[in-house]
Every structure is written in structure tokens, then in C-alpha cells.
């Protein structure tokens, strides 16, 4: 029992351990918001689009889809996304469209900061693909769906539509994840010089996600009017997705690492992206911020449960 739990907090530690040096860092003013808005760039357009290249580039895909693992993931999601809403419509007397913001916080995780670092930490390259694969499929799925609930009450227009498009189509991770797919299946791969380069810049990608997630924790802080829909999203995030992920794990059938990255995906705490989309529509900042704080802080427990329950460590 000891051995299991000193083998999670090997894995959990190291990694929330990074984040609270990125948050001490901002709050003693050691690095500044405008470092702190450069380093999130390069991480999120560079770093790790070059870790996924490198990552899936290098690796064997699946020859047939385990269709249950996306079943199990987004079936799971849409759960939490749903309960979420209600919740801020029956309890807290939230419009329709803040409800919305209220579900996309707690079925959107934060894939890039935490997700990639711990889950690569807990499984390995073994779990790279599957983890990279959910990834490509999370983010346009999750936002096509809030979108289209946001603007649902004027009819989805197609400069919305547009809109949308071009934002996926220009986001770089997913421009690493079908660049790196598109090499594996085209056999090409980085050599010489330019692998070196990859590699170096994929190398930075875990440290700087870790230590820009703190440094914007310090700038998005908590909302004290907020609290009780942040701390009812955190839950539904941390606690409510990953089970029901793991439920319909065991109901479908999928190899091992498979199923616990679903799981520890859905574990992970509410991602930027949610307050990205309350800023966009001037609704629900306050909850939405306070979450991804709130959840960051909770998920040192919460996923070192999720490991322990995956038998992982």
C-alpha cells in the first residue's frame, strides 16, 4: 500500500510541483504577466505541437479505432457537460447561455497544460497515440458543441460557422496532431539536424506547459461571488466525468492503457479554454475562472485517486 502510494506521488508531485513554482514565480514577481503571456504562446503554438509531431511521427497507429474508448470518453463528457447546466439553471438561476459555459467547463479538460505532461508521466509512450488521438478529436468536438448551444437561441449563421472553422484549421495543436499522423502514415519522419531541433523543442514542452499553467493561475485567481458553481464544476470535472468514463470502460472493450487514458483524461481539471469562450461572450467569466483554479488546486488529490483506482504507479 505505502510502496503504490510513494509510486502515485512520484508521478503526481513532480508535475503540480512545476505548477506551484510557475505560481510562486508570478506571485513574487519574479516573471511578469508579459513573460508569462510569451511562454503560454510557445507553448501552445510551438512546443508542444512539436511534441505531438515527434510524438505520432515516431509511432504505430491502431490499425482498427477502438470505437468503445471514444464512446466511453465523450459519453462521459457530454454526461458532466449536461449536469452542469441543469445545475446552473436549477440551482444557481443562471441564463441559458451562461448554463452553457457553466457545462463546457466541466466537460472540457485541460488537455495541453496538465493532460500531456501527467498522462505521458503514468503511461509512457505507450499511451502517446491514444492520447494524442483523443486530443485531435476533444477540442473541436467540445467547442462545435458549445458554440452551437451558445448561438442556438439566433440560429448558427454561417459566419459563425466560418469562424469556428477557421479557428480549428489555424490551431496548432491540431496542426501538429495531422502533421505528425500524416508522417506516420507517409513514412516520413524528422532526420538529422532538423529531428535534433524537434527533439529539443519537444523536450521544452512538459516543463513550460507546467510552469505557464501556474503563472496564469496567479492572473485568473478565484471569484469569490462564484465559488459555489466553481466548486459544483470541480466536481463534476474531477470526480463525476473520470467515473463515468471508467464505468463505460469496463462495459467496452479496448486495450488497458487505452482505458485508463480515457479515464485520467477526464480527470484533469477545467481547461483556459472555457474562460476563453465567457470572455468571448462577456457571460460567466467569474465561474468559469474560479473552476479552472479551483479544479487545478483539487486535482493533486483527485488524481492521484484516479491513479490509485487505474493502478497506476
Known amino acids: 500500500m505505502l510502496s503504490t502510494l510513494s509510486d502515485i506521488a512520484v508521478i503526481v508531485l513532480p508535475v503540480f510541483g512545476m505548477v506551484a513554482v510557475g505560481y510562486l514565480a508570478a506571485k513574487v514577481k519574479l516573471v511578469s504577466e508579459r513573460a508569462s503571456d510569451g511562454l503560454a504562446e510557445f507553448v501552445f503554438s510551438l512546443a508542444v505541437p512539436a511534441l505531438i509531431f515527434k510524438t505520432l511521427s515516431e509511432s504505430s497507429l491502431p490499425e482498427a479505432q477502438p470505437w468503445g474508448y471514444w464512446i466511453s470518453y465523450f459519453a462521459g463528457a457530454f454526461f458532466a457537460f449536461g449536469l452542469a447546466m441543469l445545475a446552473a439553471r436549477k440551482l444557481f438561476g443562471r441564463s441559458p447561455q451562461e448554463a452553457v459555459i457553466h457545462g463546457f467547463a466541466a466537460g472540457q479538460a485541460n488537455t495541453v497544460f496538465v493532460g500531456v505532461p501527467l498522462i505521458l508521466k503514468a503511461y509512457g509512450p505507450e499511451g502517446a497515440v491514444p492520447l494524442f488521438l483523443l486530443i485531435a478529436i476533444h477540442l473541436p468536438v467540445m467547442l462545435v458543441a458549445a458554440t452551437v448551444l451558445m448561438e442556438g437561441s439566433a440560429g448558427f449563421s454561417r459566419a459563425t460557422a466560418m469562424k469556428l472553422v477557421k479557428a480549428l484549421a489555424l490551431n496548432p495543436i491540431l496542426i501538429g496532431i495531422y502533421a505528425g499522423a500524416l508522417g506516420r502514415v507517409l513514412g516520413i519522419q524528422a532526420t538529422g539536424i532538423p529531428k535534433q531541433m524537434v527533439d529539443l523543442i519537444a523536450a521544452a514542452a512538459t516543463p513550460c506547459a507546467l510552469i505557464s499553467l501556474g503563472l496564469s493561475l496567479k492572473r485568473y485567481g478565484m471569484s469569490g461571488?462564484?465559488?459555489?458553481?466553481?466548486?459544483?464544476?470541480?466536481?463534476?470535472?474531477?470526480?463525476?466525468?473520470?467515473?463515468?468514463?471508467?464505468?463505460?470502460?469496463?462495459?467496452?472493450?479496448?486495450?488497458?492503457?487505452?482505458?485508463?487514458?480515457?479515464?485520467?483524461?477526464?480527470?484533469?481539471?477545467?481547461?483556459?479554454?472555457?474562460?476563453l469562450l465567457a470572455q468571448r461572450y462577456g457571460i460567466g467569466v467569474g465561474a468559469s475562472t474560479s473552476a479552472v483554479s479551483m479544479s487545478t488546486g483539487l486535482a493533486v488529490f483527485t488524481v492521484a485517486l484516479w491513479l490509485y483506482v487505474l493502478g497506476v504507479g
Do not use: E, R
Not at 466536481?235 to 479496448?254: I, Q, R, S
Open 225 to 275: 461571488g462564484d465559488l459555489a458553481p466553481s466548486a459544483l464544476i470541480s466536481g463534476l470535472k474531477l470526480v463525476v466525468h473520470p467515473a463515468a468514463v471508467y464505468a463505460l470502460t469496463l462495459l467496452f472493450p479496448m486495450p488497458a492503457v487505452w482505458a485508463g487514458v480515457a479515464v485520467l483524461f477526464a480527470a484533469m481539471p477545467s481547461g483556459i479554454n472555457g474562460y
